[in-house]
């Protein structure tokens, strides 16, 4: 880990504040590129605490990846210690069904439970089975295709992006086709309160999806515990029978977590990745020109332009880093999206160079949470990208697309193309 001059951080932690620094994720021009703001902590102030989100911000692409494998930072805090032990507020009782939900999904367990459902969750994400949903990856890729061959001008995100993931994902589950047009409402609902400072309205739509998408998945799983099918929620369902540890509670919270993270940050890799390519013509036309590159193209799109741009840590007892101490019941800001463009780590990082290897991104994170579904994810986009370069030659931008009004799954409103 590169060091930081303790007493230089403390100078120039006293002068630079993060919204001095130009750390405004609420500010759309801010979202739009948020790299030259990162290079500046990166630079003067690693690690910063935010008043604005109360959150201490970690630039540096060493301590971001080294962070993420330190258990002395947890997604959760409730596995030691309770809220008022932690000095932190109690959950607001109106958002309990959130809090509830996301709370038996994995994501936000720590060992051992975490441990326990993970290795039940995860056999359904070997890279053997994974391998065997190529055929019908490429099958729902190529009647995407079909849509939109010779219709001329459409919205990529809309006809491509957002059905891609959604439907893999809703196969793989067992979700029947005619329930799956509610899965990316409910999803982008429950979304809204993994922003900062989400809105009190943000907060009742989030929970009235919770409660919805809860009961639609419990009782899924009743029916599908009574007649098992060939689906991932029958086979969970299979482990409460065959008495594993694992509650109906988490089967839900799980596979809600799959569904969202399942397609949120796919969805807007695809955006994010076609909107770089039509910003480099030269780097799109040497993918155009060698095809067998789109793996390794993948891995960079996902480098450049981050899809979750920071994640959360709790820190569970005092640290201290770069000289600046953090106190136990803190919660940390790690920048992904910074990570990512760290040059002690990525040569020329502001430069999209779809050939670049390695390409060690935390763009899937590390340690214990690392994405249970990166393997599938990279599928799907090699697939995506690959079929559209081939199907799609002359595939070009309509319009400069806006951004989401949202920084932590950062993506675009629309990408306007023509084939
Ligand atoms: C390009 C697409 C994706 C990206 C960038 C991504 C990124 C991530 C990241 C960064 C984490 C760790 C978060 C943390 O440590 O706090 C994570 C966890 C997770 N992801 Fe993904 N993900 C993607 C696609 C998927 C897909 C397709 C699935 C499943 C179908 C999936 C399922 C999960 C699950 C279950 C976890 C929790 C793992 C755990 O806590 O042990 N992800 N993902």
């Known amino acids: 880990m590169q060091a930081f001059p303790p007493e230089e951080l403390g100078v120039l932690g006293e002068r630079i504040s993060a919204v001095e620094a130009g750390f405004r994720p609420a500010d759309l021009s801010f979202i739009a590129n948020p790299y030259p703001v990162y290079a500046r902590l990166r630079d003067h102030a690693p690690v910063l605490y935010d008043e604005a989100t109360d959150h201490w911000l970690i630039s540096r692409y060493g301590d971001v990846n080294a962070l993420l494998r330190d258990r002395r930072f947890g997604r959760t805090y409730l596995h030691v210690a309770g809220h008022a032990e932690m000095g932190r507020p109690e959950d607001p009782p109106e958002l309990e069904p959130f809090w509830h ?15 326990r459902v993970r290795r039940l969750v995860s056999k359904a994400f070997t890279p053997r089975m994974v391998e065997s949903l190529r055929p019908k990856i490429q099958a729902i890729v190529d009647r995407l295709v079909d849509g939109v061959q010779g219709i001329g001008e459409f919205d990529l995100i809309a006809r491509l992006a957002e059905p891609l993931p959604v439907e893999v994902i809703a196969e793989m589950l067992g979700i029947p086709p005619a329930d799956r047009h509610l899965l990316r409402p409910w999803s982008a609902e429950i979304c809204l309160l993994y922003e900062l400072n989400p809105s009190e309205e943000y907060g009742r739509r989030a929970v009235k999806a919770s409660v919805d998408f809860s009961a639609y998945l419990r009782g899924l799983a009743r029916e599908r515990r009574r007649t098992p099918g060939d689906d991932l929620i029958s086979a969970l369902t299979q482990v409460l029978d065959d008495g594993e540890r694992l509650t109906e509670d988490e089967l839900v919270g799980t596979c809600v977590l799959l569904l969202n993270a399942g397609h949120e940050a796919t969805v807007n890799v695809t955006g994010n990745g076609w909107w770089s390519l039509f910003r480099n013509p030269a780097q ?15 891995e960079e799109l996902m480098r450049f332009d981050t899809p979750l741009q920071m994640f959360e840590r709790w820190v569970l007892e005092d640290v201290e880093l770069h000289g600046v101490r953090i106190p136990r019941g803190a919660e940390l800001g790690l920048l992904f999206g910074s ?21 060690p991104h ?8 690392f994405c249970l579904g990166a393997p599938l994810a990279r599928v799907e986009l090699a697939h995506s990208f690959g079929t559209l370069l081939r199907r799609l030659p002359d595939l070009e931008l309509v319009e400069e697309p806006r951004w989401k009004p949202a920084y932590i799954i950062r993506g675009l409103q629309a990408l306007r193309v023509r084939a």
Do not use: C, K, Q
């Open 362 to 369: 935390v763009t899937f994170g590390a340690g214990i949470h």
């Open 339 to 359: 990570a990512n463009h760290d040059p002690s780590v990525f040569d020329r990082p502001h430069e999209l160079d779809l050939g670049r290897e390695p390409n």
């Open 284 to 298: 799109l036309a040497r993918l155009r020109e060698d095809p067998s590159l789109v793996p390794v193209a993948v």
């Open 101 to 115: 939900l996301i709370r038996d999904g994995i994501l936000d367990m720590e060992p051992p439970d975490h441990t």
